[in-house]
């Protein structure tokens, strides 16, 4: 059974600085996600890695994917106010067989950014 | 990209009643997933609806408490059978659609808000 295990599941940090949030999975996968999920909303799709060493970037946000490790992790840079919600991973349990995504998700990082 | 809608977007219904979740996407896909959200948690997967097939449900889930039907390529519904406080939920529904950059990417719908008294 995939298990994806995030940490931490709290985050305060203050405004201007710098953090990483990690996302560990169980077996193997070859796609991950990171969502972004503000209070009564909906995911937002932030990164979709697909290989091993994949780095993908966005603002402040920065990705990557070690799949030997089976390691994700999401970097902020200079957090900003706006930057405040919950991100969640996600991984691919299906295989890479070219079959739809059923997703197994990590338990969510709650990230507050203050002044 | 892929647009999903899903109605309604939150009911509070009775103990014992039932509930059908709408979810309809603007383009056509082979599979839709279902995903409950329990309040301050992550999100599970209940199943994968394929168009002209019974839905594959995951551990835990069973098709006589949330019964599946996906007439078509577009659209599908979930039913939340015989409620009890613990189905309270934020249930969505996905679909993986193709990019045109090549690869695809799974897209979440708004979610329907459920709470059970």
């Known amino acids: 059974e995939l298990k994806v295990e995030q940490n931490p599941l709290f985050l305060s940090m203050q405004e201007g600085k710098n953090y990483t949030i990690y996302c560990n999975y169980s077996t193997t996968s070859d796609r991950l996600y990171w969502y972004r999920q503000d209070p009564g909303k909906s995911l937002e799709s932030l990164f979709v890695?697909?290989?091993?060493?994949a780095v993908k970037q966005e603002g402040r946000l920065m990705a990557s994917l070690d799949t030997k490790a089976r390691l994700s992790t999401l970097h902020i840079t200079a957090a900003v106010h706006d930057l405040s919600a919950t991100y969640f991973c996600a991984v691919d349990g299906s295989g890479w067989t070219g079959t739809a995504s059923k997703l197994t998700f990590g338990t969510g990082t709650r990230l507050q950014v203050t002044l | 990209s892929a647009v999903i809608s899903q109605k309604p977007s939150r009911d509070i219904c009775q103990r014992g009643t039932s509930l059908t979740i709408q979810c309809q996407v603007d383009s056509q896909v082979t599979m839709m997933f279902w995903y409950r959200q329990q309040p301050g948690q992550s999100l599970t997967l209940i199943a994968t609806?394929?168009?002209?097939?019974?839905?594959?449900?995951e551990s835990g889930f069973v098709i006589d408490k949330f019964p599946i039907s996906r007439p078509n390529l577009t659209f599908s519904t979930l039913t939340v059978s015989n409620m009890s406080p613990e189905d309270s939920s934020i249930y969505l529904c996905?679909?993986?659609?193709?990019?045109?950059?090549?690869?695809?990417?799974?897209?979440f719908g708004p979610g329907t808000r459920l709470t059970v008294l």
């Open positions: 890695l697909l290989s091993n060493g």
């Open positions: 609806a394929n168009q002209g097939s019974e839905a594959t449900y």
């Open positions: 996905s679909v993986e659609a193709r990019l045109l950059t090549g690869g695809s990417e799974q897209f």
